[in-house]
């Protein structure tokens, strides 16, 4: 085991635990055509472990309008109720076998388990997916200020936890979640996206089921 003495597993939720990468592209997507600006999945990705409001502002950079923050927080909402009435179509089936049996395993060997997600739906996904109380601690996007790559929604999850970020690992898929993981003196583990293989990560996880080699 490469870890050992770890004590807590954060994990990020969406590109880890699951994927709404897809439904999240299809609310953006409405609300650009709507407002006429082109978007595609190439800008969609670098959407990916960003906050909303931030977001939308790489959205409006091809807009040619000007727009104020009553209107941006607007836009924002928009988006979030067409993704949310997406997040309707998840269910225990986008929870793959091998996440599933490898949280089940890592439980079983003592460690305490954590989601840190910049997602405010963090929550409403899990129910979805059937994990709603299977976490010991979740931070998300309801309980920060500053979104990834600060480090504050780690320090929250492993402040619940009971743990220092020096006893836990964090699971990111995104470069952004890395910066965050080590900004807030984690151990960074990368799987998938481009978190892995960006340079600053402790470990390149091959798939979910790595974690059992390492922990």
């Known amino acids: 085991m490469k870890y050992e003495g770890k004590k807590g597993v954060i994990f990020d939720l969406d590109g880890v635990i699951c994927s709404t990468d897809h439904l999240h592209y299809q609310a953006w997507k409405a609300l650009a055509d709507r407002l006429g600006i082109y978007f595609d999945e190439k800008i969609n990705n670098r959407l990916r472990g960003v906050s909303r409001m931030a977001s939308l502002e790489i959205v409006l950079e091809r807009s040619d309008k000007q727009y104020t923050q009553e209107e941006k927080e607007a836009f924002a909402e928009e988006k979030n109720n067409i993704y949310k009435e997406l997040l309707k179509t998840m269910s225990p089936k986008d929870l793959s076998d091998e996440v599933k049996n490898t949280l089940v395993e890592l439980r079983a060997r003592g460690y305490k388990l954590a989601i840190g997600s910049s997602s405010k739906n963090t929550k409403p996904i899990l129910k979805q997916i059937g994990l709603g109380d299977f976490f010991d601690k979740i931070a998300d996007g309801t309980d920060i200020t500053r979104s990834k790559p600060d ?57 979910f089921g790595d974690l059992l080699n390492i922990l």
């Open 151 to 207: 480090p504050e929604v780690f320090l929250i999850a492993a402040e619940r936890l009971g743990f220092d970020p020096s006893e836990c690992c964090v699971v990111e898929d995104a470069k952004a979640g890395i910066e965050a993981a080590k900004a807030g003196k984690f151990t960074a583990l990368a799987l998938f996206g481009d978190a892995k293989g960006c340079g600053l990560e402790d470990y390149d996880l091959n798939g």
